[in-house]
Each structure stands twice: as C-alpha cells, then as structure tokens.
C-alpha cells in the first residue's frame, strides 16, 4: 500500500451504498486516501434518498454519477469494499478485501436509507483507522 492508499467501493447499481461510503470516506479522509466507487450494473443517476441523507450530515453527494467497475480500476485499487455485487466483483490476489453486508437502499425512502446511511459511516470511520493507524 502507498502513502496514499486508494479504496475501491462496490455496489451492483453504484447508487446508493457504494455512493454514500465514497462520500464519507471523502468527507473523514480528506485527501490522505484516493476513494473510489463503481458499480456492476450502473444506474443512470445517484439514489436521490441516499442523496438527501447524506445532504441531512452535510456531505454533498450530488456531484457524483454511478460508474460501471473497470478491470483496471479494481486491479489499481488498494482496498476493495464490496455491497453485494455478486460475482461480477473481480478477485485480484493479494488485495485486501471487505465485504460488508448493508441493505439495499434502492426504492426505500430517506426514513429507511439514515440507519444505512449511519451504519457505513461506522464502517468507513474503522477502515480509515486501520489504514491510517496514526491519524
């Protein structure tokens, strides 16, 4: 792992929980870690409930757009958080790999998406201690 790590989050649609753990990483990271996120199957637009919970702890998601996962990008990535992406996770040897299993925000309203929301952020507030032990 270089000084500056690079984490790579992992959902089927990149719209929801892959969105809102790029985005508080971004937000307690800062610039120490390169954060990413894609998708195995891509929506058009970021989850507009996952958007609003994020906007409800002040980090503004809407800037971003869902991606499809490139070979590359997971290949280059240091860290790699899958969200129930199934088999189109590609396994790299040698990677660190998490797997956290979340529930699905698509089709739920803002009321449902906070506790995912809040349970990402203690998630992502542990990665970032482990890869920033001194921090």
């Known amino acids: 792992m270089s000084d500056k790590p ?3 989050f992992v959902c089927v649609h990149n719209a929801g929980r892959s969105q809102m753990a790029a985005g508080w990483l ?3 990271a800062g610039d120490t ?3 990413r996120s894609a998708g195995s199957a891509p929506a058009d637009q970021v989850n507009p409930a996952a958007v609003e919970a ?3 702890v002040g980090i503004d998601i809407t800037d971003q757009t869902p991606k499809l996962l490139a070979y590359d990008t997971a290949e280059s990535s240091d860290v790699i958080v899958t969200m129930g992406c199934g088999d189109a996770c590609p396994v790299f040897p040698g ?3 998490e797997d956290w299993k979340l529930e699905d925000p698509a089709g739920k309203g803002v009321d449902a998406v ?3 929301r809040d ?3 203690t998630r992502v507030e542990t990665l970032l201690a482990e890869l920033r032990p001194t921090a």
């Open 33 to 35: 870690v390169e954060v």
């Open 26 to 28: 971004r937000h307690l």
């Open 54 to 56: 994020m906007r409800e």
């Open 6 to 8: 690079s984490v790579l």
């Open 114 to 116: 906070r506790p995912i």
């Open 95 to 97: 990677k660190r790999y």
């Open 119 to 121: 349970g990402i952020r």
